[in-house]
């Protein structure tokens, strides 16, 4: 999908009634990640507010576009969830997504990981 185009995101895995959100929660992102995004991430933006110590995976591997709207959204998670003592990874990261947080500067700021794998591994080290 290209910038412009209509290109929409579509998250997966908040099914669940926010109330019923579990410590740990993984959702998938695909398209395009900017202020059209908004709307379709406020549901995971309120469960990242509500539960204390979730740990939350996002999977960006289907994420295709991302701009400082997107990035924002991001930060504001894993700080949402960072504050009520939790744990945000954002997971596999696309190389052009990657690339474009590369020139933003805020790699380091992001927990990004390669894989699930990476993510186990990354947390047996912080151990």
Request: glycine fraction near 12%.
């Given at each position: 999908?290209?910038r412009?185009?209509?290109?929409?995101?579509?998250?997966e895995?908040?099914?669940?009634?926010?109330?019923?959100?579990?410590?740990?929660?993984?959702?998938?992102?695909?398209?395009?990640l900017?202020?059209?995004?908004?709307?379709?991430?406020?549901?995971?933006?309120?469960?990242?507010?509500?539960?204390?110590?979730?740990?939350?995976?996002?999977?960006?591997?289907?994420?295709?576009?991302?701009?400082?709207?997107?990035?924002?959204?991001?930060?504001?998670?894993?700080?949402?969830?960072?504050?009520?003592?939790?744990?945000?990874?954002?997971?596999?990261?696309?190389?052009?997504?990657?690339?474009?947080?590369?020139?933003?500067?805020?790699?380091?700021?992001?927990?990004?990981?390669?894989s699930?794998?990476?993510?186990?591994e990354?947390?047996?080290?912080?151990?």
């Amino acid at each position: 999908m290209m910038r412009g185009e209509g290109a929409s995101l579509t998250v997966e895995g908040l099914a669940v009634p926010l109330g019923q959100v579990a410590p740990r929660l993984r959702v998938r992102l695909a398209g395009s990640l900017d202020h059209r995004a908004l709307p379709r991430l406020r549901p995971l933006l309120r469960a990242a507010a509500a539960h204390a110590g979730l740990c939350l995976r996002i999977d960006l591997a289907g994420v295709d576009f991302i701009d400082a709207s997107g990035v924002g959204v991001l930060l504001t998670l894993q700080e949402a969830v960072r504050g009520r003592g939790g744990a945000a990874e954002f997971l596999n990261p696309a190389p052009r997504v990657r690339r474009i947080l590369a020139g933003m500067g805020i790699t380091d700021q992001l927990a990004l990981l390669e894989s699930s794998a990476a993510a186990t591994e990354g947390r047996s080290r912080a151990a």
